[in-house]
C-alpha cells in the first residue's frame, strides 16, 4: 500500500466470486412458503436483503485498513486493522480491475464509503496513471473464513471421463444377434 496525503494507493490479487452464499439461510424459508409460487419469491426476495444489510456499513475508516484484496471486477476484500474483514460488492462492474490489480482513492473525510469513487491504476512507462473510476458497494462484514474461500474461488467439480464409444461392427452385431434371438 502507497499513501501520499490522503492519496491512497493498493494492490491486490485477482479470484472470482459470486454471492449465492447469501441464499443458504432462505432456501427453507421459501419451502415453508410454497403456498403460491409469487409468496415465496417474494420472501425469499425480503429474506436475501434482509440478510445482505445486516450489520452492513456505509463506510469504513481508512486509518483503519490494514490492506485490500481484489476478487474480481465486482469483489474486493478490505482486512481491517484487528479482526474485521469486510466485502464490497460494486454496484457495478470495474472493467479491468481483476487485470491491473490496483486501485487509488481520495478523500478528505478519512472514510470510504458507499458511492465513492475509486480509480483503476495502470502502469504507464516508469510510472502509474489512473484509469477507469468505478463507485464502491456496501461494505458487508464477512469472516476471515468466508473471505478466504472467496479469494480461493468455486471449487472445480470433477472432470468427466469420456464413454469410449462402440465400434460401427459392435452396433449392427448386437442388433443383427438380438433379432435372431426373437425369431427362433
Not at 494492490?11 to 432462505?26: A, D, K
Amino acid at each position: 500500500m502507497l499513501v501520499s496525503g490522503q492519496h491512497i494507493v493498493i494492490e491486490g490479487e485477482c479470484i472470482m466470486i459470486n454471492r449465492m452464499h447469501l441464499l443458504v439461510l432462505t432456501i427453507g424459508l421459501s419451502g415453508l412458503l410454497a403456498v403460491t409460487p409469487s409468496l415465496a419469491d417474494e420472501a425469499v426476495d425480503e429474506a436475501v436483503d434482509e440478510i445482505d444489510n445486516v450489520n452492513t456499513k456505509n463506510c469504513i475508516r481508512v486509518r483503519s485498513l490494514r490492506s485490500t484484496k481484489i476478487v474480481d471486477d465486482l469483489n474486493i476484500i478490505f482486512y481491517m486493522i484487528g479482526s474485521d474483514t469486510y466485502h464490497n460488492i460494486l454496484p457495478r462492474q470495474c472493467h479491468g480491475l481483476k487485470r491491473e490489480g490496483r486501485f487509488s482513492y481520495k478523500t478528505s473525510t478519512g472514510s470510504l464509503c458507499k458511492q465513492d469513487t475509486i480509480r483503476l491504476l495502470y502502469q504507464a512507462g516508469s510510472g502509474l496513471q489512473e484509469g477507469n473510476a468505478c463507485r464502491l458497494g456496501l461494505f458487508h462484514p464477512i469472516s476471515k473464513e468466508d473471505a478466504a474461500a472467496l479469494i480461493d474461488g468455486p471449487i472445480e467439480p470433477p472432470q468427466a471421463k469420456p464413454v469410449p464409444l462402440p465400434e460401427p461392427e459392435e452396433i449392427g452385431a448386437d442388433s443383427e444377434a438380438s433379432g435372431d434371438e426373437q425369431q427362433t
